[in-house]
Nanobody, 118 residues
Framework: QVQLVESGGGLVQAGGSLRLSCAAS????????MGWYRQAPGRERELVAG???????YYADSVKGRFRISFGNAKNIVYFQMNSLKLEDTAMYYC????????????WGQGTQVTVSS
């Protein structure tokens, strides 16, 4: 079992920044990749960014150059630095862990709300 605990969401003005954190515990040796997903009202959940334990990353085109996913010094913590936030970034953001690869989640966090205002 893997448990994921998220923090860092909140309300921010357009153009501002937030940093989300995801702390993994339990059978973390099973994890090969971590990812951040988001879901806005009326839309499907989408993969925003992912990172393999070896360091390779993926970003959706909509956030490339603005957001950055990274491991902390201990690889049981994953950060998501979100800069130049836009109104369309408003969504519930979820941390996920995978035994295999990015885009194939096995474990989910509870989600944290990010709201961008004008």
């Amino acid at each position: 079992q893997v448990q994921l605990v998220e923090s860092g969401g909140g309300l921010v003005q357009a153009g501002g920044s937030l940093r989300l954190s995801c702390a993994a515990s339990g059978s973390t040796f099973r994890i090969n990749a971590m990812g951040w997903y988001r879901q806005a009202p009326g839309r499907e959940r989408e993969l925003v960014a992912g990172i393999y334990v070896g360091g390779d990353t993926y970003y959706a085109d909509s956030v490339k150059g603005r957001f950055r996913i990274s491991f902390g010094n201990a690889k049981n913590i994953v950060y998501f630095q979100m800069n130049s936030l836009k109104l369309e970034d408003t969504a519930m953001y979820y941390c996920a862990a995978s035994r295999t690869g990015i885009g194939i989640p096995d474990y989910w966090g509870q989600g944290t709300q990010v709201t961008v205002s004008s």
